[in-house]
Protein backbone atom coordinates (compact mmCIF):
# COMPACT_ATOMS: atom_id res chain seq x y z
CA UNK A 1 0.00 0.00 0.00
CA UNK A 2 1.42 3.31 -0.61
CA UNK A 3 2.36 5.10 2.24
CA UNK A 4 0.55 8.30 1.90
CA UNK A 5 -2.85 5.98 2.26
CA UNK A 6 -1.75 4.15 5.32
CA UNK A 7 -4.11 4.96 8.56
CA UNK A 8 -3.34 7.37 11.55
CA UNK A 9 -4.16 6.55 15.14
CA UNK A 10 -3.91 9.90 17.10
CA UNK A 11 -5.42 8.49 21.01
CA UNK A 12 -9.31 7.56 19.89
CA UNK A 13 -8.94 9.87 16.39
CA UNK A 14 -8.48 7.09 13.39
CA UNK A 15 -7.07 8.89 9.95
CA UNK A 16 -7.78 6.36 7.12
CA UNK A 17 -4.76 8.14 5.31
CA UNK A 18 -2.10 10.82 5.04
CA UNK A 19 -3.98 13.76 2.74
CA UNK A 20 -5.08 16.79 4.97
CA UNK A 21 -7.09 19.39 3.55
CA UNK A 22 -5.38 22.61 5.74
CA UNK A 23 -6.75 25.40 7.13
CA UNK A 24 -7.85 28.27 4.31
CA UNK A 25 -10.13 31.11 4.99
CA UNK A 26 -12.43 31.38 2.16
CA UNK A 27 -14.51 34.59 3.58
CA UNK A 28 -18.00 33.23 3.51
CA UNK A 29 -19.36 33.89 6.91
CA UNK A 30 -21.81 36.50 7.91
CA UNK A 31 -20.48 39.90 9.93
CA UNK A 32 -20.75 38.16 13.05
CA UNK A 33 -19.11 35.13 12.06
CA UNK A 34 -21.39 32.50 11.10
CA UNK A 35 -20.47 30.05 8.23
CA UNK A 36 -23.12 30.61 5.22
CA UNK A 37 -24.28 27.58 2.99
CA UNK A 38 -21.70 27.86 0.93
CA UNK A 39 -18.89 27.53 3.43
CA UNK A 40 -20.64 24.77 4.39
CA UNK A 41 -20.68 23.24 0.90
CA UNK A 42 -17.42 24.28 0.03
CA UNK A 43 -16.10 21.74 2.97
CA UNK A 44 -18.65 19.17 1.96
CA UNK A 45 -17.51 18.94 -1.51
CA UNK A 46 -14.09 18.59 -0.64
CA UNK A 47 -14.14 15.86 2.22
CA UNK A 48 -13.99 12.70 0.24
CA UNK A 49 -10.76 10.66 0.31
CA UNK A 50 -9.34 13.14 2.90
CA UNK A 51 -7.66 11.57 5.88
CA UNK A 52 -8.50 15.11 8.07
CA UNK A 53 -10.00 18.39 6.84
CA UNK A 54 -9.01 21.33 9.36
CA UNK A 55 -11.42 24.14 8.41
CA UNK A 56 -10.22 28.04 8.34
CA UNK A 57 -8.94 30.18 11.12
CA UNK A 58 -11.81 30.66 13.49
CA UNK A 59 -11.48 34.55 15.94
CA UNK A 60 -12.00 33.49 19.50
CA UNK A 61 -12.36 36.97 20.71
CA UNK A 62 -13.97 39.75 18.77
CA UNK A 63 -10.52 41.98 19.32
CA UNK A 64 -8.29 39.52 17.25
CA UNK A 65 -10.54 39.51 14.23
CA UNK A 66 -9.01 39.58 11.57
CA UNK A 67 -11.41 40.31 7.93
CA UNK A 68 -14.50 40.25 6.60
CA UNK A 69 -16.13 37.28 6.18
CA UNK A 70 -14.29 34.63 8.82
CA UNK A 71 -15.23 32.83 11.02
CA UNK A 72 -16.15 33.13 14.52
CA UNK A 73 -16.25 30.82 17.81
CA UNK A 74 -15.69 33.50 20.15
CA UNK A 75 -19.59 33.11 21.70
CA UNK A 76 -21.61 29.65 22.54
CA UNK A 77 -23.97 30.75 20.43
CA UNK A 78 -21.74 30.14 17.75
CA UNK A 79 -21.80 26.22 18.52
CA UNK A 80 -24.69 25.15 16.67
CA UNK A 81 -23.87 27.26 13.40
CA UNK A 82 -20.32 25.57 13.49
CA UNK A 83 -21.91 22.29 14.05
CA UNK A 84 -23.34 22.30 10.45
CA UNK A 85 -19.88 22.20 9.29
CA UNK A 86 -19.42 19.21 11.23
CA UNK A 87 -22.33 17.39 10.41
CA UNK A 88 -21.80 18.18 6.53
CA UNK A 89 -18.41 16.64 6.85
CA UNK A 90 -18.80 13.49 8.73
CA UNK A 91 -21.83 12.91 6.99
CA UNK A 92 -19.33 12.34 4.04
CA UNK A 93 -17.07 10.08 6.74
CA UNK A 94 -14.21 12.29 7.26
CA UNK A 95 -12.78 13.54 10.65
CA UNK A 96 -12.43 17.37 10.97
CA UNK A 97 -10.54 19.91 12.89
CA UNK A 98 -11.16 23.54 13.77
CA UNK A 99 -8.51 26.20 13.57
CA UNK A 100 -8.89 28.73 16.44
CA UNK A 101 -6.77 32.06 16.13
CA UNK A 102 -6.49 35.50 17.48
CA UNK A 103 -5.19 37.77 14.81
CA UNK A 104 -2.97 40.28 17.99
CA UNK A 105 -1.33 43.41 15.64
CA UNK A 106 -2.79 41.93 12.54
CA UNK A 107 -6.24 42.59 13.45
CA UNK A 108 -8.69 44.82 11.60
CA UNK A 109 -9.05 47.92 13.30
CA UNK A 110 -12.30 49.12 11.59
CA UNK A 111 -13.71 45.86 12.23
CA UNK A 112 -12.83 45.32 15.86
CA UNK A 113 -13.49 49.17 16.29
CA UNK A 114 -10.22 49.82 18.66
CA UNK A 115 -6.00 49.89 18.76
CA UNK A 116 -5.27 46.34 17.18
CA UNK A 117 -2.97 44.10 20.37
CA UNK A 118 0.28 42.73 20.25
CA UNK A 119 2.93 41.59 22.26
CA UNK A 120 4.62 44.84 22.18
CA UNK A 121 4.14 48.38 19.75
CA UNK A 122 5.99 47.81 16.11
CA UNK A 123 6.03 48.84 12.77
CA UNK A 124 5.64 45.41 11.16
CA UNK A 125 1.84 45.66 11.07
CA UNK A 126 0.17 47.68 8.54
CA UNK A 127 -3.39 46.63 8.07
CA UNK A 128 -4.52 48.24 11.16
CA UNK A 129 -1.70 50.90 12.28
CA UNK A 130 0.60 50.24 15.41
CA UNK A 131 -0.90 47.84 17.82
CA UNK A 132 -0.81 48.27 21.48
CA UNK A 133 1.28 46.22 24.19
CA UNK A 134 -1.10 43.46 25.80
CA UNK A 135 -0.93 44.05 29.54
CA UNK A 136 -0.48 40.86 31.90
CA UNK A 137 -4.15 40.93 32.60
CA UNK A 138 -4.90 41.01 28.96
CA UNK A 139 -2.89 38.01 28.46
CA UNK A 140 -4.57 35.75 31.03
CA UNK A 141 -8.47 36.49 29.13
CA UNK A 142 -6.54 35.37 25.74
CA UNK A 143 -5.53 32.44 27.72
CA UNK A 144 -8.78 31.85 28.57
CA UNK A 145 -10.32 32.94 25.26
CA UNK A 146 -8.26 29.77 23.19
CA UNK A 147 -9.67 27.58 25.80
CA UNK A 148 -13.28 28.59 25.77
CA UNK A 149 -13.09 28.54 22.16
CA UNK A 150 -11.53 25.09 21.92
CA UNK A 151 -14.13 23.97 24.43
CA UNK A 152 -17.20 25.10 21.74
CA UNK A 153 -15.24 23.09 19.13
CA UNK A 154 -15.45 20.44 20.82
CA UNK A 155 -18.99 21.17 21.93
CA UNK A 156 -19.97 21.69 18.31
CA UNK A 157 -18.51 17.96 17.16
CA UNK A 158 -15.21 18.67 15.55
CA UNK A 159 -12.98 15.80 16.22
CA UNK A 160 -9.61 17.78 17.09
CA UNK A 161 -8.59 20.90 17.88
CA UNK A 162 -5.73 23.29 15.89
CA UNK A 163 -4.11 26.42 17.61
CA UNK A 164 -2.76 29.11 14.92
CA UNK A 165 0.84 29.89 15.75
CA UNK A 166 1.72 30.62 12.25
CA UNK A 167 2.24 33.24 9.66
CA UNK A 168 2.40 36.18 11.87
CA UNK A 169 -0.74 36.18 13.89
CA UNK A 170 -0.55 36.79 17.67
CA UNK A 171 0.98 33.14 19.09
CA UNK A 172 3.84 33.76 16.07
CA UNK A 173 4.35 37.68 17.55
CA UNK A 174 4.88 36.08 20.51
CA UNK A 175 8.00 34.12 19.26
CA UNK A 176 9.67 36.29 17.37
CA UNK A 177 11.88 38.41 18.39
CA UNK A 178 11.24 41.45 15.48
CA UNK A 179 7.92 41.66 17.16
CA UNK A 180 8.21 40.92 20.64
CA UNK A 181 10.81 43.56 22.47
CA UNK A 182 8.53 42.97 26.01
CA UNK A 183 11.10 43.21 28.94
CA UNK A 184 8.96 41.15 31.42
CA UNK A 185 8.41 37.40 31.44
CA UNK A 186 7.05 37.18 28.14
CA UNK A 187 9.78 38.53 26.70
CA UNK A 188 13.53 38.70 25.96
CA UNK A 189 14.62 34.54 25.68
CA UNK A 190 13.34 31.93 24.16
CA UNK A 191 11.76 30.92 27.23
CA UNK A 192 10.05 33.92 27.36
CA UNK A 193 8.92 34.48 24.04
CA UNK A 194 7.28 30.35 24.05
CA UNK A 195 5.86 31.18 27.31
CA UNK A 196 2.92 32.72 26.36
CA UNK A 197 1.90 30.24 23.46
CA UNK A 198 2.95 27.03 25.45
CA UNK A 199 0.01 28.43 28.21
CA UNK A 200 -2.86 28.57 25.66
CA UNK A 201 -1.75 25.41 24.51
CA UNK A 202 -1.97 23.93 28.23
CA UNK A 203 -5.13 25.90 29.05
CA UNK A 204 -6.58 24.44 25.21
CA UNK A 205 -5.46 21.10 26.25
CA UNK A 206 -7.56 20.82 29.44
CA UNK A 207 -10.69 22.08 27.94
CA UNK A 208 -10.96 19.16 25.58
CA UNK A 209 -9.86 16.02 27.36
CA UNK A 210 -8.56 13.26 25.09
CA UNK A 211 -9.84 15.23 21.92
CA UNK A 212 -6.46 15.62 19.90
CA UNK A 213 -4.45 18.95 19.65
CA UNK A 214 -2.83 20.30 16.59
CA UNK A 215 -0.44 23.51 16.62
CA UNK A 216 0.46 25.35 13.35
CA UNK A 217 3.68 26.14 13.93
CA UNK A 218 5.33 29.00 12.20
CA UNK A 219 8.57 27.50 12.10
CA UNK A 220 10.59 30.40 10.78
CA UNK A 221 10.56 33.85 10.23
CA UNK A 222 13.09 33.59 6.76
CA UNK A 223 14.98 36.10 8.98
CA UNK A 224 18.38 35.88 10.63
CA UNK A 225 17.42 38.28 13.31
CA UNK A 226 13.68 36.28 13.62
CA UNK A 227 12.59 33.01 15.02
CA UNK A 228 14.63 30.34 13.68
CA UNK A 229 14.48 26.82 12.22
CA UNK A 230 16.95 25.74 15.80
CA UNK A 231 14.75 28.21 18.09
CA UNK A 232 11.62 26.52 16.72
CA UNK A 233 12.91 22.86 17.26
CA UNK A 234 13.25 23.66 20.98
CA UNK A 235 9.87 24.86 20.84
CA UNK A 236 8.34 21.60 19.20
CA UNK A 237 9.65 19.96 21.69
CA UNK A 238 8.21 21.98 24.47
CA UNK A 239 4.52 21.68 22.26
CA UNK A 240 4.92 18.02 22.55
CA UNK A 241 5.89 18.25 26.62
CA UNK A 242 2.09 20.55 26.98
CA UNK A 243 0.24 18.19 25.33
CA UNK A 244 0.14 19.30 21.30
CA UNK A 245 -0.49 15.75 19.47
CA UNK A 246 0.44 16.61 15.64
CA UNK A 247 2.73 19.68 14.82
CA UNK A 248 1.39 21.50 11.34
CA UNK A 249 4.38 23.34 10.08
CA UNK A 250 4.37 26.84 7.83
CA UNK A 251 5.85 29.66 7.75
CA UNK A 252 6.04 32.50 11.00
CA UNK A 253 6.13 36.34 9.96
CA UNK A 254 6.79 35.27 6.47
CA UNK A 255 3.81 33.89 6.22
CA UNK A 256 2.46 30.45 4.30
CA UNK A 257 4.44 30.82 0.85
CA UNK A 258 7.86 32.78 1.46
CA UNK A 259 8.61 34.15 -2.04
CA UNK A 260 12.43 32.90 -2.37
CA UNK A 261 10.96 29.30 -1.98
CA UNK A 262 7.50 28.82 -3.05
CA UNK A 263 7.84 27.46 -6.64
CA UNK A 264 9.29 24.02 -5.04
CA UNK A 265 6.68 21.36 -5.04
CA UNK A 266 6.38 20.42 -0.83
CA UNK A 267 8.37 24.36 0.10
CA UNK A 268 8.26 23.91 3.81
CA UNK A 269 8.82 20.26 3.49
CA UNK A 270 12.33 20.29 4.34
CA UNK A 271 11.90 22.67 7.45
CA UNK A 272 8.84 20.28 8.45
CA UNK A 273 11.37 17.33 8.34
CA UNK A 274 13.75 19.00 10.88
CA UNK A 275 10.85 19.48 13.45
CA UNK A 276 10.34 15.90 12.68
CA UNK A 277 13.57 14.90 13.88
CA UNK A 278 12.85 16.71 17.26
CA UNK A 279 9.85 15.43 18.15
CA UNK A 280 8.07 12.12 18.88
CA UNK A 281 4.56 13.24 17.55
CA UNK A 282 3.00 13.40 13.69
CA UNK A 283 4.04 16.38 11.66
CA UNK A 284 2.87 17.65 8.82
CA UNK A 285 4.42 19.13 5.82
CA UNK A 286 2.97 21.62 3.17
CA UNK A 287 3.42 24.21 0.21
CA UNK A 288 2.11 24.16 -3.15
CA UNK A 289 2.15 19.75 -3.40
CA UNK A 290 -0.13 18.57 -6.17
CA UNK A 291 1.26 15.40 -7.63
CA UNK A 292 -0.30 12.42 -5.12
CA UNK A 293 3.40 10.67 -6.48
CA UNK A 294 5.16 13.31 -4.85
CA UNK A 295 2.93 13.61 -1.32
CA UNK A 296 4.03 9.61 -1.28
CA UNK A 297 7.50 10.33 -1.74
CA UNK A 298 7.65 12.61 1.27
CA UNK A 299 5.94 10.22 3.35
CA UNK A 300 8.12 7.15 1.91
CA UNK A 301 11.32 9.00 2.85
CA UNK A 302 9.92 9.29 6.37
CA UNK A 303 10.59 13.34 5.87
CA UNK A 304 6.98 13.83 7.15
CA UNK A 305 4.10 11.48 8.37
CA UNK A 306 1.41 13.69 6.91
CA UNK A 307 0.55 15.89 3.96
CA UNK A 308 -1.73 18.68 3.59
CA UNK A 309 -2.44 19.85 0.02
CA UNK A 310 -4.21 23.18 -0.59
CA UNK A 311 -4.65 25.24 -3.60
CA UNK A 312 -5.06 21.73 -5.43
CA UNK A 313 -7.69 21.09 -3.05
CA UNK A 314 -9.33 24.44 -3.95
CA UNK A 315 -9.00 24.30 -7.95
CA UNK A 316 -10.21 20.76 -8.08
CA UNK A 317 -12.69 19.12 -5.00
CA UNK A 318 -11.88 15.92 -5.74
CA UNK A 319 -8.02 15.59 -5.39
CA UNK A 320 -8.15 13.35 -2.46
CA UNK A 321 -9.87 11.01 -4.46
CA UNK A 322 -8.19 11.20 -7.27
CA UNK A 323 -4.71 10.72 -6.01
CA UNK A 324 -6.09 7.68 -4.13
CA UNK A 325 -7.29 6.06 -7.38
CA UNK A 326 -3.50 6.99 -8.87
CA UNK A 327 -1.49 5.45 -6.22
CA UNK A 328 -3.56 2.46 -6.25
CA UNK A 329 -3.25 1.54 -9.96
Not at 244 to 257: E, K, N
Not at 277 to 304: E, M, S, T, Y
Request: with cysteine; charged share 25%.
Amino acid sequence: MPDLLTPLRVNDLVLENRIVMPPMARGLCTPDGKPTKALIQHYAHRAKGLGLLIVEHSYVTQKGKLSEGQLGVYNDNLIPHLKRITDAVHSIGTPVALQINHAGGKANEQLIGKQPVAPSPSDYFTQGGTPRALTLEEIETIIKEFADAARRAVDAGFDAVEVHGAHGFLLSQFVSPLTNTRKDKYGGSLENRMRFPLQVVESVNDNIGEVPLLYRLGATDRRSDGFTIDEARIFAKKLEKAGVHIIDVSGGLCGSRPSDIAGTPGFFVPIAEKIKKAVHVPVIGVGGIKDPKVADQFIRRNQVDLIAVGRALLRNPDWARNAIGVLSQ
